[in-house]
């Protein structure tokens, strides 16, 4: 059964720090997807990575993954309270099932 | 304007009263697949489909069922609801596995 563990669950940071969120999984797989939820919203799609050593970059966010080490990142550079959300990611297996991580609920304080 | 649509967005039903919630997606995607959301579990997959009449298990399936007759609908449907379903479900819906999703609005629903 495939696992999908991030860290920190809950993550509070004032603005302007930078900050990583980790991603692992337990199962081999190529590709990893980084999703942001807005409290009482819908997903919306941030990332999507195809390959081993895939960098993605937007904004303030960058994602990155090592299907080694079967770890993704999504680092934070220069908080802001826009930022403010849950981040999950998610990993395919089995052909075309995904597993989702249990969410980062980050918090950026002023 | 391409969107997944989910009908009802707010559901209260008692245990063992029949439901369905709808699901379409105007994008023509071939990949179509829910998910419940509960505090502390992130998302789980109930049921995927790769297209038409092509439906399959996810990480959570039991006591759900779904069909895709059409290739933009794919309905969820609760035969006999028990408390423990009750939760916030997202319908979403790619391309293909391989693509990012596009996820519903999300129903929640609560059974008494």
């Known amino acids: 059964e495939l696992k999908v563990e991030q860290n920190p669950l809950f993550l509070s940071m004032q603005e302007g720090k930078n900050y990583t969120i980790y991603c692992n999984y337990s199962?081999?797989?190529?590709?990893l997807y980084w999703y942001r939820q807005d409290p009482g919203k819908s997903l919306e799609s941030l990332f999507v990575?195809?390959?081993?050593?895939a960098v993605k970059q937007e904004g303030r966010l960058m994602a990155s993954l090592d299907t080694k080490a079967r770890l993704s990142t999504l680092h934070i550079t220069a908080a802001v309270h826009d930022l403010s959300a849950t981040y999950f990611c998610?990993?395919?297996?089995?052909?075309?099932?995904?597993?989702f991580g249990e969410g980062t609920q980050l918090t950026v304080n002023p | 304007e391409a969107q997944v649509t989910q009908n009802p967005r707010y559901l209260i039903t008692v245990t063992g009263k029949k439901l369905t919630v709808t699901c379409s997606q105007n994008m023509n995607h071939e990949y179509m697949s829910w998910y419940r959301q509960d505090p502390g579990l992130g998302l789980r997959q109930i049921y995927y489909s790769m297209n038409v009449e092509v439906t399959d298990k996810g990480d959570v399936p039991e006591g759900y069922k779904v069909s895709r007759k059409e290739k933009r609908n794919f309905p969820l449907i609760l035969e006999s609801p028990s408390p423990n379903q009750t939760s916030l479900y997202f319908c979403a819906s790619s391309f293909s596995p391989s693509y990012e999703q596009y996820f519903g609005p999300g129903t929640r629903l609560t059974v008494t």
């Open positions: 990575l195809l390959s081993n050593g």
């Open positions: 199962t081999t797989s190529d590709r």
């Open positions: 998610a990993s395919p297996h089995s052909g075309s099932r995904l597993t």
